[in-house]
């Protein structure tokens, strides 16, 4: 057996399959596992995802949000085992795979137009 065939297995047993699909522009509620001191607990951070990386295990999302007047970003890697758990609160229509731009603006004009979404 090779390497590459013996990394993949071990791969496959730890990628979460329970994650829901998301997509740029969602408003996200991630549940981030935090330790502090001996006890550990699930700390949420909610921003808008303005970029995905797509690499099986490897995937990652970035999220914005604006923290006392500062826009901060962080990165989150979707199959890491502190990575409690991802909401979906929102979903906005956009036409840019990374929204970048967002990082330019202030207020009001980082506002992204809400999806329609309809139960079939």
């Known amino acids: 057996m090779k390497i590459q065939q013996i990394v993949q297995k071990i791969e496959l047993d ?37 970029a995905q990386h797509r690499a099986g295990m490897n995937s990652t999302i970035t999220v914005r949000r604006i923290f006392q007047g500062v826009g901060v970003e962080r990165v989150f890697t979707l199959h890491s085992p502190s990575l409690k758990n991802i909401e979906i609160t929102r979903r906005a229509k956009v036409r840019k795979a990374k929204l970048y731009y967002l990082r330019n603006r202030v207020g009001k004009a980082t506002r992204l137009k809400q999806k329609n979404i309809t139960n079939n």
């Open 14 to 50: 730890q990628i979460k399959s329970e994650l829901p699909v998301i997509s740029i522009g969602d408003t996200v509620k991630v549940g981030v596992l935090i330790q502090e001191g001996n006890k550990q607990r699930v700390q949420p951070y909610e921003g808008t995802v303005i």
